[in-house]
């Protein structure tokens, strides 16, 4: 049976994290294609018809599917659905949002950010904010699945110039349900914080809004992404967008600094498969000294100018 | 308007939880259970719209085993008006929960259904999008705000890039992230009041829904353990660790 991916896109851009998803098809096994949904997507077709594997490219360009709202984009998938013997997304809000409503819509489970591929119908998935690993199997005919995109390393564009076939999806759902009003989107040059190689996080000890300008400095100069704890977005330092954590992102970067971040368990969650993790804190007894490579016990206020300074 | 929410005992959210050595599953015996916070933000959300007269009943449903009811006890206590059990001590997966309260709210027609995002036991983050896809109503997912305007439903999203606003048709499913609201503590004389409040107990059977998985839990494992590393002096140090020890940055 055939595989369909999702493809994961923002600002006109497909994301990275379908390249990820696209090798844990490749794991599965079988003919791949990939369905992008949206308006005026016909760029990240192309760019989609690229990925090394991919058979064909499937496109459902109209109105009523911009910005990928839950019911229409749920309504086509079910239609396409019955060709495939596994449906496959990104583990990100979007697949979150679409792919529990696709399953529902066809009467089966889902699997919820898988890890591992063991088998056509068996997976290991994360579960207690990843204090456990579950290996599920799945005795459903249509298997739709989210993918943990760091799980899996990103497949590489083909090697032949032309890519996969694009064919055009005239079915348009109806959508009379939910109307876009309104998005804040944050506007950063830096890299994306699901694949940025180096991550630096804030936590409440950062203590205001403008104090997270420190680690900007030095993200800066690392090429880092800026992540935050939930007290810290809470508290209103940084947006939501930047939560790391059990309900926030999840980052596995080369390398990931933790200031002034205690290390409760929902964080830990979105953290630990980070290669080598550094933890700054004042308190040497923080539960983050005991999942970090390194450890600084200080002031943040002292070791962050330090620390730029130096690097 | 009627709002339905749904809860869900699950593990305290405080509590570092250990596999079985069998490792068929989680151990949780003897453990701390609790409401999960997401569910906990879905019934302050509801008690709030009553007072503020947006809403006129709250009632609160868990599908779940017979020491569930503690969990729906606290949600009266917090402000909900009723209450219904489906009782069941088989492993409910998402999609059963979802077909159970698919019937309740068939039952029940309320104007807006309120859902924790995700329980955080299993993580799983899709009961209010399938019960949005079973009753065939708009669902409005990981909601930091919400407001009920001439008859439409506003609820601000909270997505990887950002905030997304939408407009919903009523009724609508909701699900709530961390930052709706801030629940507040049962008082008291709330949590006596809300023993006597009613609580119906109802059977997946009398409901005519099929609860049984066809997702199989093989195995559970604890995770790969991180060893704890080492300290360093001072930043010189750090930057020379990174540097020559662990080669992540140059
Ligand atoms: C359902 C649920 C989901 C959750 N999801 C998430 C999630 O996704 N992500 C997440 O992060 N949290 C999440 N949490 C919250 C989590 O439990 C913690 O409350 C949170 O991570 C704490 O953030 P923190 O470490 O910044 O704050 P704190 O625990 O308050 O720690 C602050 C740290 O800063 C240190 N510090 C203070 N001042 C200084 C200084 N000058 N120099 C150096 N160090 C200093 C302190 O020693 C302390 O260790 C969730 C909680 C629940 C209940
Ligand atoms: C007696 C019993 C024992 C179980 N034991 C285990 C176990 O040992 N290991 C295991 O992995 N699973 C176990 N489960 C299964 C687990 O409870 C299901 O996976 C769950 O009911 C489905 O929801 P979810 O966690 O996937 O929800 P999510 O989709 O993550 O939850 C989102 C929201 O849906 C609502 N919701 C979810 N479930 C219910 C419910 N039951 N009642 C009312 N609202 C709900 C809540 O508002 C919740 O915030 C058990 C279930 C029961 C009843």
Redesign the interface.
């Known amino acids: 049976m055939s595989i369909l991916v999702l493809a994961e896109h923002?600002n006109g851009v497909l994301a990275d994290a379908t390249a990820h998803v696209v090798a844990a098809a490749r794991q599965i096994g079988g003919e791949l294609h990939v369905l992008v949904v949206g308006e005026g997507v016909a760029a990240i077709a192309e760019a989609a018809s690229k990925l090394d594997g991919v058979g064909r490219v499937l496109v459902a360009d109209h109105a009523n599917y911009a910005?990928l709202?839950?019911?229409p984009t749920?309504a086509l998938m079910a239609q396409l659905a019955d060709d495939y013997g596994h449906v496959l997304a990104a583990a990100?809000?979007?697949g979150?949002?679409?792919?529990?409503?696709?399953?529902?819509?066809k009467?089966?489970?889902?699997?919820?950010?898988i890890i591992a591929v063991q088998g056509v119908d068996?997976f290991k998935r994360?579960?207690?904010?990843?204090?456990?690993?579950?290996?599920?199997?799945?005795?459903?005919t249509l298997k739709v699945i989210t993918v943990r995109a760091t799980a899996f390393d990103a497949v590489a564009a083909t090697q032949s110039d032309d890519g996969a076939a694009i064919e055009a999806i005239d079915f348009v759902a109806d959508n009379?349900?939910?109307?876009?009003?309104?998005?804040?989107?944050?506007e950063s040059d830096r890299p994306e914080l699901?694949s940025a190689k180096?991550v630096i996080s804030g936590g409440r000890g950062m203590g205001s809004r403008e104090n997270f300008q420190l680690l900007e400095r030095i993200a800066d100069k690392?090429g880092a992404a800026i992540g935050a704890s939930?007290a810290a977005?809470?508290a209103g330092f940084a947006?939501?967008?930047m939560q790391v954590g059990?309900?926030g992102?999840i980052v596995a970067p080369?390398?990931y600094i933790a200031v002034g971040i205690s290390g409760a368990?929902?964080h830990l969650a979105g953290m630990?498969d980070a290669?080598?993790?550094?933890a700054i804190n004042k308190d040497?007894d923080a539960p983050i000294?005991?999942?970090?490579?390194?450890?600084?016990?200080?002031d943040l206020f002292e070791?962050l100018p330090?620390?730029e300074r130096?690097? | 308007m009627k709002v339905l929410v749904a809860i869900k005992r699950v593990i305290d959210y405080n509590v570092k939880i250990r596999v079985k050595s069998d490792h068929s599953d989680v151990d949780l015996t003897n453990v701390k259970m609790a409401m999960n916070p997401f569910c906990e933000i879905a019934v302050e959300e509801a008690v709030r719209l009553k007072e503020k007269g947006v809403a006129t009943e709250v009632v609160v449903v868990t599908i779940g085993p017979k020491a569930a009811q503690e969990q729906l006890r606290t949600a009266l206590a917090l402000g909900a008006d009723r209450a219904i059990h489906v009782e069941t001590d088989l492993r409910v997966e998402s999609l059963g929960a979802a077909r159970a309260l698919a019937k309740i709210v068939e039952e029940q027609q309320p104007g807006l259904v309120i859902l924790g995002k995700q329980a955080i036991d299993t993580d799983n983050n899709q009961t209010g999008q399938m019960l949005a896809a079973l009753t065939g109503l708009p669902q409005g997912t990981f909601a930091s705000e919400v407001a009920v305007e001439d008859g439409r439903l506003r609820v601000t999203r909270e997505i990887d890039g950002g905030l997304e606003t939408l407009e919903l048709t009523l009724p609508a499913i909701v699900t709530t992230d961390l930052r709706l609201n801030e629940p507040r503590y049962a008082k008291l004389p709330d949590i006596m009041k809300a023993k006597k409040k009613p609580l119906e107990v109802r059977t997946p059977a009398d409901l005519g829904v099929e609860l049984a998985s066809r997702i199989k839990l093989l195995k559970v494992e604890p995770p790969a353990e991180r060893q704890a590393g080492i300290k360093v002096g001072s930043v010189d140090e750090l930057i020379d660790k990174l540097k020559n020890e662990a080669k992540v940055i140059s």
């Open positions: 923002h910005h709202l839950a019911e749920a990100s809000t979007t979150k949002n679409v792919l529990p409503r696709l399953a529902a819509l009467g089966v489970g889902q699997i919820s950010e068996t994360p579960i207690y904010a990843g204090n456990a690993i579950a290996t599920v199997q799945s005795e459903d009379d349900q939910s109307t876009f009003i309104e998005e804040q989107l944050a699901g180096v690392l939930r977005v809470d947006p939501n967008d059990q309900t992102k080369e390398l368990i929902q630990k290669k080598v993790i550094v040497e000294f005991q999942v970090a490579d390194y450890g600084l016990v200080a070791a330090a620390l130096q690097l």
